[in-house]
């Protein structure tokens, strides 16, 4: 089992940062991708950026250029740097991970929620 906790979530003006964190434990050995999808009101779940162990990524369009996702392979941590955020990335975003990228939803974390202020 891989347990995931995320953290780094909160209120923030349109235009503001935040950087969200999630760390890794358990049996880690498995997983070579890990990400962040983020689930607002009445919508369906959505992944929002991917990547492996070996650094390759993968951004939803709606983040390209705003958000950056980067992991810490000895540290067992993924950030998800959020720049220029706007109203309609309010949602709580949850890290996940797995073998591939087809098993991208293996694991979940808890969840955190990010607020986004016009």
């Known amino acids: 089992q891989v347990q995931l906790v995320e953290s780094g979530g909160g209120l923030v003006q349109a235009g503001g940062s935040l950087r969200l964190s999630c760390a890794a434990s358990?049996?880690?050995?498995?997983?070579?991708?890990m990400g962040w999808y983020r689930q607002a009101p009445g919508k369906q779940r959505e992944l929002v950026a991917g990547?492996?162990?070996?650094?390759?990524?993968n951004y939803a369009d709606s983040v390209k250029g705003r958000f950056t996702i980067s992991r810490d392979n000895a540290k067992k941590l993924v950030y998800l740097q959020m720049n220029s955020l706007k109203p309609e990335d309010t949602a709580v975003y949850y890290c996940?991970?797995?073998?591939?990228?087809?098993?991208?939803?293996?694991?979940w974390g808890q969840g955190t929620q990010v607020t986004v202020s016009s």
């Open positions: 996940a991970a797995g073998s591939s990228w087809r098993r991208l939803n293996d694991y």
């Open positions: 358990g049996s880690i050995f498995s997983i070579n991708v």
């Open positions: 990547i492996t162990s070996g650094s390759s990524t």
